[in-house]
């Protein structure tokens, strides 16, 4: 079942302070002035789905841990409409990623995005795209600092 419950859409500019200001709380350079241009180009491939989240309603700011809603499931009832709160990562997220071979990347990122987020580690193979390239943007910006 889709949740149809429709959030109020924030501006681009306010999202972009809102993720700056989530940024700065967590160490999260985002100043592009010293990035080189793949540097550039991978920090806004991540930033992108967060921002979207943030325009859309489905991702809100509080200080230094945000908020997720699962907007979409097919796979698994119960987890449209979820949120997923989300802090500063621990050495958790390294251990979530014990026990899979460096050939087994997915099965690694689904692990530190269960470490971030409490959520059990199956769960992320059943969301939709949208939500799983959030959760994966999230990790990954925290895992390339």
Known sequence: MENTETK??????????????????????YDM??????????????????????VDGRCVVDGNSIEYTIKTCA?????VGRNVKIGAPSGAIYSG??????????H?????????????????PKLDLRDYSFFK?????FLSI
Do not use: C, H
């Open 33 to 54: 002035d010293g990035m080189n241009t793949e540097e550039k180009s991978d920090f806004e491939r991540l930033k992108a789905p967060i921002i979207k989240a943030i």
């Open 75 to 79: 796979a698994a009832e119960g987890l």
């Open 97 to 106: 990623m014990d026990g899979y071979k460096e050939t087994q990347n997915v």
């Open 8 to 29: 109020t859409k924030i501006s681009k500019e306010t999202a972009n302070r809102d993720f700056e200001s989530w940024a700065d709380a967590l160490g999260i350079e």
């Open 137 to 141: 943007a999230v990790v990954q910006l």
């Open 108 to 124: 690694r990122l689904n692990g530190a995005m269960s470490a971030m987020t409490g959520l059990d580690v199956g769960i992320f």
